[in-house]
């Protein structure tokens, strides 16, 4: 059974840079064909998928996002990570990690992943 963690601060300043972990246990993050993707539910609002992490290391990012947001991961620790720079309070949100055997469509809920983390909230507030 794949398992999923979010790791990161729940309290960031404004035009700091957000630096969130997701760990990996039973399963690979190097497995074929696997995404592991990021995504954010701001409070009242619907989920947004930030971006992915392929199996060989490609990025895909969601375009409105691409400047802010980097993804990068570590096959040693068996985690990929999420930087988002320059935040303000919209970046106000839960943030899961989640994993698809596809490149996950924007419109997918949380319920079209294979396996997905609890969440870990994130406020950024001066």
């Known amino acids: 059974q794949v398992q999923l963690q979010e790791s990161g601060p729940g309290l960031v300043k404004p035009s700091q840079t957000l630096s969130l972990t997701c760990t990996v246990s039973g399963g690979s993050i190097s497995s074929y064909r696997n995404y592991w993707s990021w995504l954010r539910q701001p409070p009242g609002k619907g989920l947004e998928w930030l971006g992915a992490?392929?199996?060989?290391?490609?990025?895909f990012y969601k375009p409105s996002l691409r400047g802010r947001t980097s993804l990068s991961r570590d096959t040693s620790k068996n985690e990929f990570t999420l930087e988002l720079s320059s935040v303000t309070p919209l970046d106000t949100a839960v943030y899961y990690c989640a994993a698809s055997n596809q490149l996950p469509d924007t419109s997918w809920t949380l319920n079209d992943y294979d396996y997905w983390g609890q969440g870990t909230r994130v406020t950024v507030s001066s």
């Open positions: 992490v392929g199996s060989s290391g490609s990025a």
